[in-house]
Structures are given as structure tokens and as C-alpha cells.
């Protein structure tokens, strides 16, 4: 299985909504070209930023059309499945292999305790449905409550050929290393998925970094990485030190608030949350605009 465009700077695309929690679609069109434009390497559908959990099936659909029509080739579309059920997450998988995208990525089951054995069953039958299209883990234990371990990652490597790279999001640098230390003999891609983190996932043979900011500042994000793997690593760490402040003052904010609030501010007008979240108070808001003035980001 061809893997070789699985690489780079990832955005889990922020989905837009008009006031009565519809996709606005010309503004979710005019994101895609956005982020394109800034040179990513990738869009991830339905990731934790896009709000995903918010979402009916049918919508999920009708955004996933919308993307690959605008992405039209240029970029591979990464659909992504936080499911708890694993016939539910079959069925999406399936649809995002008729809708046409290139990959898909899957959480662990959220507010289960799941054994080992539930676990690599339940990826397996998502894998084994769509044989002929790439699947990513997708480790994120501060929102799922638990850990993927080494052991359950290496043997659904080994036991699922088109399971081929994964997500880390435990911001653990220890645990990201350890994943691609671990798999380094086969060709399994893995992402670090915590935005300060990209450098040194990168360092440690990492593919890349699937990064929120890259919604709103893709260029910055993406010199991360292709001024890594131009040899520029001077360069590519001060691009990362130039984010980090910016990135750490989108904590003051709930999730995942600060992302569209960043994005409103930069001028891409993509709507408020889905409710119960709300837009920042403008402490929070005043805070993150500093850092982004700092950073050279956004003007005064």
C-alpha cells in the first residue's frame, strides 16, 4: 500500500457553522483553499477541532462531500471516526471510502474502559472493512480517559496491513518516541498531535504533526516541517518557539473554543461553536491576541 503521501502538516479542519448550527458551506470552501493555499500536506475531516462529537451522521456526510470537491486532489482528506460503537464506526468508514477520501483516522472509543483485546478487536473490524484505504490511529487519552499501549499499537501493525501510521495526542514526547521507536521496521507513519511537540516528533522520526493552528496560520506551522526535512534545523526549531506562545495561550480557553476564536480573529469569519460552547470572554480573547501580536500574527 502506497503510504508516501501520508507526511507533513495536518490541520484537523475546524467546521463552519451559520447561526442555526448549519454548515455554512461557501465559508467551509473558502477554508479548505485556505489552509491548501498555506501549504499543508493534508485535511483531517472531523478531528477533535471539528467538532466532530457535535455532529449527526448525515451532516458529517455533507461536509466530507464538501471537502474532497474542494480539495479536488490537491491535498489527500483524511475523514476521522470518534465512535464509540464498532459497527457505527464501520459504517462511516465505509462511507468516507464511497465519498472519496484518502484515509481515515480512528479514536479509541471514548467513556469505555475497554480491555486490550475489545480494543484490537474493535480496530481490526474498522481496518478489515475498508481493506484497500490507509487507517491511522488515533491516541488521545486526555479525552478518552486511557492510553493506547505499545504492545496493542505494534500488534495492529503487524496485524492489519493498511493500518499504517497513527496520531499521538498525549503530549507525552516520551510515549510519541516510544511509538515510532517501536514501529521504526515497518511502514507505519506516526503524528505528533500536540501542536509544541512538532519539532520534536520530527526529531525523533516522526511524519509529521496533525496541528489545530494550522487552521489559521499554515504557512508558520508547515516551516516546522519542511524546513526539517530541507536540513534547516535551526530554522525549524525557531519556527517552532515562534508558535508555542500562541499555541499555549489557546489553554486559557474550554475546548475547543480557542480555535474558532483564533480563527474569527485572523478574519475567517467561521462561525461560533456548536452549543454548549460558547465564544471566549474577552480576557481569555485579549490574552490570545497578544501572543499572536507577538508572534507577528496578527497586527495591532
Do not use: W
Not at 4 to 13: A, E, K, T, V, W
Not at 147 to 158: F, H, I, N, P, W
Not at 218 to 238: H, M, Q, R, T, W
Not at 250 to 264: E, G
Request: hydrophobic share 40%; aromatic share 8%; proline share 6%.
Amino acid at each position: 500500500m502506497d503510504t508516501s503521501f501520508i507526511r507533513g502538516i495536518i490541520p484537523p479542519i475546524l467546521t463552519p457553522i451559520d447561526e442555526n448550527e448549519r454548515i455554512d458551506e461557501p465559508t467551509m470552501r473558502r477554508h479548505v483553499d485556505f489552509v491548501i493555499n498555506g501549504g499543508v500536506h493534508g485535511i483531517l475531516a472531523f478531528g477533535s477541532n471539528g467538532e466532530f462529537y457535535m455532529m449527526e451522521e448525515d451532516e458529517t456526510r455533507q461536509a466530507l462531500e464538501i471537502m474532497v470537491s474542494q480539495a479536488a486532489g490537491r491535498v489527500p482528506v483524511y475523514c476521522g471516526i470518534g465512535a464509540i460503537r464498532t459497527q457505527k464506526c464501520v459504517r462511516i468508514a465505509r462511507r468516507a471510502e464511497e465519498v472519496g477520501a484518502q484515509g481515515i483516522s480512528v479514536l479509541q472509543p471514548m467513556f469505555l474502559k475497554p480491555t486490550e483485546e475489545e480494543l484490537f478487536r474493535h480496530f481490526r473490524t474498522i481496518a478489515d472493512a475498508v481493506p484497500g484505504m490507509p487507517m491511522l490511529l488515533y491516541n488521545n487519552p486526555g479525552r478518552t480517559g486511557y492510553t493506547m499501549s505499545y504492545s496493542l499499537v505494534e500488534r495492529l501493525a503487524d496485524a492489519c496491513p493498511n493500518i499504517v501510521g497513527m496520531k499521538d495526542s498525549s503530549g507525552d514526547m516520551t510515549r510519541t518516541a516510544e511509538f515510532i521507536r517501536r514501529n521504526r521496521g515497518r511502514n507505519f507513519k506516526v503524528f505528533g498531535g500536540k501542536d509544541t511537540l512538532v519539532f520534536g516528533t520530527l526529531v525523533h522520526g516522526g511524519a509529521g504533526g496533525v496541528c489545530s493552528t494550522a487552521n489559521m496560520y499554515p504557512e508558520l506551522v508547515c516551516s516546522i516541517y519542511n524546513k526539517f526535512v530541507e536540513g534547516d534545523i535551526a530554522g525549524s526549531l525557531e519556527a517552532q518557539y515562534r508558535l508555542n506562545p500562541v499555541r499555549l495561550s489557546m489553554d486559557l480557553a474550554s475546548f475547543p473554543v480557542s480555535t474558532k476564536d483564533m480563527a474569527n480573529m485572523m478574519g475567517l469569519n467561521v462561525g461560533l461553536p456548536y452549543r454548549p460552547s460558547l465564544p471566549s470572554e474577552e480576557k481569555v480573547i485579549a490574552a490570545m491576541r497578544k501572543e499572536m501580536v507577538a508572534a507577528g500574527l496578527l497586527e495591532e
